[in-house]
T-cell receptor, first 113, second 113 residues
Framework: NAGVTQTPKFQVLKTGQSMTLQCAQDMNHEYMSWYRQDPGMGLRLIHYSVGAGITDQGEVPNGYNVSRSTTEDFPLRLLSAAPSQTSVYFC????????????FGSGTRLTVV | SQKIEQNSEALNIQEGKTATLTCNYTNYSPAYLQWYRQDPGRGPVFLLLIRENEKEKRKERLKVTFDTTLKQSLFHITASQPADSATYLCALDTTGNTGKLIFGQGTTLQVKP
């Protein structure tokens, strides 16, 4: 059981470039979320999804897009990278409805120069 | 405004003592609250979930309480060990089961031998 798989683990982007952070889970979880974690700021919710075809904005959605075409995958797209998006990004999944907690991926460390 | 507050100051205790961490929230009506552990460079790991109709939940040396009137959860680690040293995060779904899981900033626990 792989759990939640995030790729890549590390990425350096130039300002203005776009990229997609991949997230896949093999636990048949309905709920999936993307967080960013910055020093002193804790985990902040970017976007989340409660099932295939359903997404919604979190606390800090600007500059990011998501889609959920399958239960397994929840990619996060950076449209035009900015230095303020330098962060560690975590994807997480859960059965939802309070049936247990979220399983987190190992994270993607993104640097925008 | 809506927020989740955890003590930002590190908690230092002696091995064998009980550690108590606090999570307070305002202007949310969560159906449940979760606690996670995070080690440096790693993603959060789910520990416990407590529902709004539960006063207390236990798992081995861990105990969580949830007071919806005070809007507070307490997280206890009994007989603490140096291996318990980590950052502990509380999280809640903002209202019911929306899938919008918001985290506090976390409290760092240091257990000294």
């Amino acid at each position: 059981n792989a759990g939640v798989t995030q790729t890549p683990k590390f990425q350096v982007l130039k300002t203005g470039q776009s990229m997609t952070l991949q997230c896949a889970q093999d636990m048949n979880h309905e709920y999936m979320s993307w967080y960013r974690q910055d020093p002193g700021m804790g985990l902040r919710l970017i976007h989340y999804s409660v099932g295939a075809g359903i997404t919604d904005q979190g606390e800090v959605p600007n500059g990011y897009n998501v889609s959920r075409s399958t239960t397994e995958d929840f990619p996060l797209r950076l449209l035009s990278a900015a230095p303020s998006q330098t962060s560690v990004y975590f994807c997480a999944s859960s059965y939802g409805q309070g049936y247990g907690g979220y399983t987190f991926g190992s994270g993607t460390r993104l640097t925008v120069v | 405004s809506q927020k989740i507050e955890q003590n930002s100051e590190a908690l230092n205790i002696q091995e064998g003592k009980t550690a108590t961490l606090t999570c307070n929230y305002t202007n949310y009506s969560p159906a449940y609250l979760q606690w996670y552990r995070q080690d440096p460079g790693r993603g959060p790991v789910f520990l416990l979930l407590i529902r709004e109709n539960e006063k207390e939940k236990r798992k081995e040396r861990l105990k969580v309480t949830f007071d919806t009137t005070l809007k507070q959860s307490l997280f206890h680690i009994t007989a603490s060990q140096p291996a318990d040293s980590a950052t502990y995060l509380c999280a809640l779904d903002t209202t019911g089961n929306t899938g919008k899981l918001i985290f506090g900033q976390g409290t760092t626990l240091q257990v000294k031998p």
